[in-house]
């Protein structure tokens, strides 16, 4: 089993900057891709910024040069630098982690989300 507890949502002013944290806890062997994904009232869940162990990064079209995704291994955790935050940046944040628990099974958990708010 394994846990992703989130942190770092809430209400800032158009032009600001959160930072969301994701810990992966329990029966991990490996955290072989960390990412965050967004859904908005009445649409459909995205990506926004991913990191993969062997494969780099990526981020949506949208969020390129304003937001910075990068990972603390030893703490299995994940972060999402947001800056110069838009009112369409507004959405339920959703962390995502893959990988092989202890017993080389593959998993695939999502966290509970956490809300981001950016007023104009």
């Known amino acids: 089993q394994v846990q992703l507890v989130e942190s770092g949502g809430g209400l800032v002013q158009a032009g600001g900057s959160l930072r969301l944290s994701c810990a992966a806890s329990?029966?991990?062997?490996?955290?072989?891709?960390m990412g965050w994904y967004r859904q908005a009232p009445g649409k459909q869940r995205e990506l926004v910024a991913g990191?993969?162990?062997?494969?780099?990064?990526n981020y949506a079209d949208s969020v390129k040069g304003r937001f910075t995704i990068s990972r603390d291994n030893a703490k299995n955790t994940v972060y999402l630098q947001m800056n110069s935050l838009k009112p369409e940046d507004t959405a339920v944040y959703y962390c995502?982690?893959?990988?092989?628990?202890?017993?080389?099974?593959?998993?695939?958990?999502w966290g509970q989300g956490t809300q981001v708010t950016v007023s104009s």
């Open positions: 995502n982690a893959r990988g092989l628990t202890m017993r080389r099974y593959e998993y695939d958990y």
């Open positions: 329990g029966s991990i062997f490996s955290v072989d891709y």
């Open positions: 990191i993969a162990t062997r494969a780099g990064t």
